[in-house]
């Protein structure tokens, strides 16, 4: 569904993405884990086309999107939950709805069904996102992403700044959109999160994929966590 094909992007002099790879098959949910400032976020931000890769191909069913306006891939059907959320502090839950608002993507997501998955916006759709908990905007920037009706959801360190109740909560809702075969790209650095969720795992360091593996062989890899992940 998705390939990223040996990309490199940078930011000016500063080289960060330096022969990416990866692939997402439709209905996976696939882990990206590694240290703070490896390019985790710069490879969801080129795949949005917000920092275009400078070379290699992103494909996404099949079909070229580097280069891409990045309102022109959303429309392909990708959603994307920024790291630290991004809400506007200004617009209402229900206004954050309404931009993003849109059918026939290709994915199972309506506007109604994604208020059932998070009744707490349900409630609060008149409230100021500046207002709303931190789980609470997580939840508002997934939501966001969903009424756009994606079919490959970008999620960029969702469970940061959680408590744990959240996070569970958070669980609930990756294991959703997997039943309604939503495919995800899970970037994470909560370890128990991604061996509990993921279908597949990839490890970045240095601005590539140093590693890839099933979560249970990671979960009994005590060497490859402490080299790539500190833990
Ligand atoms: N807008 C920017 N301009 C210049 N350098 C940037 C910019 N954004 C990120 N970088 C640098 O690019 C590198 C990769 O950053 P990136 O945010 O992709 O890492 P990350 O793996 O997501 O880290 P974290 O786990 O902390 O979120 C870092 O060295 C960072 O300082
Ligand atoms: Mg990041």
Redesign the pocket.
Known sequence: MLRVEDIHTN??M?Q??QGLSLEVRPGEIVGVM????????????SIMGL?PAKSGRILFDGNDISGMATHAIARLGIGYVP?GRRVFPSLSVREHLQVTARRGAGGAWTFEKMLQMFPNLAERLDQSGAKLSGGEQEMLATGRALVGNPRLMLM??PT?GLAPLMVRELGRIVGALKQEGTSVLL?E?QLAFVLKYADRVYI?AK?RVVHQCLPAELAADAETKAQYLGV
């Open positions: 930011y000016g500063s960060v993405l590694g240290r703070n400032g490896v390019g985790k976020s710069t490879l969801m931000r920092t790291q960029d360190e940061e970037v650095q970045v601005g």
